[in-house]
């Protein structure tokens, strides 16, 4: 979603999507670049004077401990995203709206802000209406959700393989399964339509590799 025309260029190779406002990358940049013209910050000790090591997490932490130059960066962070969430309650009067991603660590100071000037920007009524909240898993709510999607997809063609073997009286399945699942103990509980993998687990599908310790 481009809320500059003129702004930063984008990995996608257009100017001024909201990533390039309030993503990880970008947020660091910024924090770098105007401490190189000379800003006033708690973050150059905090960096040990190197500005590879400051990262949004540092801006957090300095935020943390009332330094202006971090806060005024959280600052920003609710006004650009006001501008994309007052055009969602603009268009699709959403009962809620959840911030999850990287920046969600640093909530609470950017969503008090960012709830004021969605009220401000959006029409009335689903202004007043929406609830814009945070994402509990915070930070890794995006990667509990592909995680999530993969699992969901890698025991649903578990399943079919299974009651497909099943239906054809228990005949070996293809040598080409796309799927393989290893670990110290791995059962198939046909009646429940279950697989439970303990140990060690390894999920191989297609080129995307998963490790854990249970997988049910």
């Known amino acids: ?20 406002f309030i993503g990880n990358k970008y947020l660091v940049q910024k924090a770098v670049n105007r401490l190189q013209s000379g800003v006033s910050s708690c973050l150059r000790k905090m960096s040990q004077g190197h500005m590879r090591n400051i990262t949004p997490r540092l801006i ?18 609710a006004e650009d995203l006001a ?8 268009l699709l009067n959403p009962d809620l709206i959840i911030i999850g991603g990287g920046i969600a660590s640093a909530r609470r100071f950017f969503l008090p802000h960012l709830r004021k000037r969605v009220r401000q920007r959006a029409m009335g009524v689903p202004a007043r209406h929406v609830k814009i909240v945070s994402a509990k898993l915070g930070e890794n709510a995006g990667l509990a959700g592909a995680a999530g999607i993969f699992m969901n997809t890698i025991f649903f063609i578990i399943t079919v393989l299974f009651v497909t073997a099943s239906v054809c009286h228990a005949e070996p399945l293809p040598a080409q ?3 393989e699942v290893t670990g110290e ?22 080129d995307v590799v998963m490790t854990c310790d249970q997988a049910k």
């Open 1 to 20: 979603i481009v809320i500059d025309e003129k702004g930063p260029r984008c990995n996608c190779g257009r100017r001024g999507c909201i990533e390039t």
């Open 60 to 77: 957090f932490e300095a935020a943390r401990r009332g330094d202006a130059f971090s806060l005024q960066i959280w600052r920003e962070v």
């Open 83 to 90: 501008k994309v969430c007052a055009g969602v309650v603009n």
């Open 177 to 179: 399964i796309p799927i």
């Open 185 to 206: 103990s791995v059962q198939f509980l046909q009646n429940e339509q279950v697989m439970i993998a303990q140990g060690n687990v390894v999920i191989k599908y297609k």
